[in-house]
């Protein structure tokens, strides 16, 4: 019925399935912010075909990810499953929630650093202003006490 309906509102469907494979082989995610527009269309368009769950659809999908991440992504499975990347029995969900708690601590580690940075900063600017406080204070002592 499904088949029929799909049919009679969009034409043959192998048609779609070989437009699928395009979209799929030219697919990439330049910036770690467009990961989610990826993962989406990634998704809808994979799981239309009959071999979505081939580990070469896997690995595709994780490689055209941000380079770097993509790299931190591999080395976390290669961690875990001594040296290997185990495309054939890693599922799209474990591939996605290893992204998700991968993208959180890098930006966690963006905003530590940036915390780091401007406290830096303030403390610098805190301990030059005493510093200099200090030394007007123990220059005019001396310059009284000569008088």
């Given amino acids: 019925l499904i088949y029929n309906i799909v049919k009679y509102f969009v034409g043959d469907p192998t048609y779609l399935k070989d437009r699928t494979i395009d979209q799929l082989s030219n697919l990439r995610c330049r910036k770690l912010q467009d990961v989610r527009w990826y993962k989406d269309t990634f998704m809808t368009k994979v799981l239309t075909r009959e071999d979505a769950n081939q580990p070469y659809w896997k690995e595709k999908f994780i490689t055209d990810l941000p380079t770097l991440f993509a790299e931190k992504i591999k080395s976390k499975y290669r961690e875990k499953h001594k040296g290997v990347v185990p495309y054939e029995t890693l599922t799209y969900g474990d591939i996605i929630s290893t992204i998700t708690k991968t993208g959180l601590e890098i930006c966690n580690d963006i905003k530590m650093s940036r915390q780091i940075k401007r406290d830096s900063k303030f403390y610098?600017?805190?301990?030059?202003?005493?510093?200099?406080?200090?030394?007007?204070?123990?220059?005019?002592?001396?310059?009284?006490?000569?008088?």
Avoid: Q
């Fill in 124 to 147: 610098k600017k805190y301990y030059r202003s005493n510093i200099i406080l200090f030394s007007f204070r123990i220059f005019f002592k001396k310059s009284i006490s000569f008088s």
